[in-house]
């Protein structure tokens, strides 16, 4: 298979100069592709050619196929790489670029199909042998059966969007008193979230933790995990802090579930780097969440511990190379990786766009600051409010905390709220500290991290 030349990166932000930094070690030229709210942006300064493709909404610009591929044609760019988001978990995307003869760097079109609706991956996974949430594995049709099912297995329960992500069209249901304006909501939020109002039922798991393994596929089906993230640190059901390894992962337990993560990816011909996630009960019992199919946000976690470039490696996997190693490295010390936000927490974390009139990120020993902004760059209101990633190690995870705060106290960030000192605030409370936080932790705390 021919060696990539040139890639383009059909993302924004922190995610698409990650990308190309790497393509760049790798002597691979860049192509970055912006909207309209985005011709300053850091990103295009990043790549070497830039392309605009549209007006401010994702929808007439970022996640336009044509106008993607087009720009691939035009600039004679041999890959494309879609980063996190936008169209990287789009497998008629996928089936576009092949049509084109442009290769997309990520699993086939045939693996994201059987891992994109929830309904359909807690089928395949079952088929499988991989242990699921209990739940059904359709979208149930009517209101009464949804209650009928729901007294089935028991309260409390989770009604999911079947095309969900993002934490959207979730809903806690206690008991049947709140059972029908919870099914409405759901409904409505997944209808207008993902165009599609197909809802499931999961037994609601009480202060389960997040832990995700990280898998990696060549295309000759050699599969290997490269170990977990505790990602229980979450705010509406989203991921504010990583770490790895997790605090609560025994020996046994990391290798049975990095075991299960591969059977899940061989069970759909997967391909490159993909993320199979996990809930894990109070008993350590642990079930199949859903599979993420495209390079994750807290990947840099894993990449501190393993020495690995995550993105190098899709690149590879995607010329056709064979996996370089053959079994999961032995985790080397302690990674954190905490989200930096453009949001205000004091007033419910409301996005806080705007122009940066200053900045300094962190640096130093073992940190890494992979930001998507720069002083005088004014922060869009259409697009995701992460303006920062920031991650680092640590011989011990006591060792990266005290450094993950000290690097989150370097920030200088003016002009705009972030929620950097919600972050420090997460880092120092005992609870956090103490290792054994749920996915509750945050909620709970919620007043006390103010
Ligand atoms: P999304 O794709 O929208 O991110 P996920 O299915 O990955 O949704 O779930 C996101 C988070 O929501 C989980 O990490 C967990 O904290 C919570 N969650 C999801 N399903 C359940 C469940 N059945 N029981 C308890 N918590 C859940």
Redesign the pocket.
Known sequence: MPKIRKVLVANRGEIAIRVMRTCKDLGIATVAVYSEADRSALHVRTADQAYLVGPPPSRESYLVQERILEVAKQSGADAIHPGYGFLSENASFVRACEKAGITFIGPPAAAMDAMGEKTRARANMIKAGVPV?PGTTEPIGTIEEAREYAQKIGFPI?L?AAG?????G?RRVEGLGDFDSAWRSAKSEAMSSFGNDAVYI????EK?H?VEIQVFADQYGNTIHLNERECSA?RR?QKVVEETPSPILTPELRAKMGEVAVKAAKAVNYVGAGTV?F?VDVHRNFYF??MNTRLQVEHPVTEWVTGLDLVAMQIRAAEGEKLPLFEAPTPRGHAIEVRVYAEDPARNFMPSPGKIHALRVPSGPNVRDDSGVFAGFTVPNYYDPMISKLSVWGATREEAIARAKRALSEYVVKGITTNIRYLHGILSHPEFVGGDYD?SFLTRQHTELL
């Open positions: 949430v989770m999911k969900g992500g993002g934490g959207k979730m999961e037994k609601y798991l389960p997040h979450q059901h996630e809930l969440l859903e996915t």
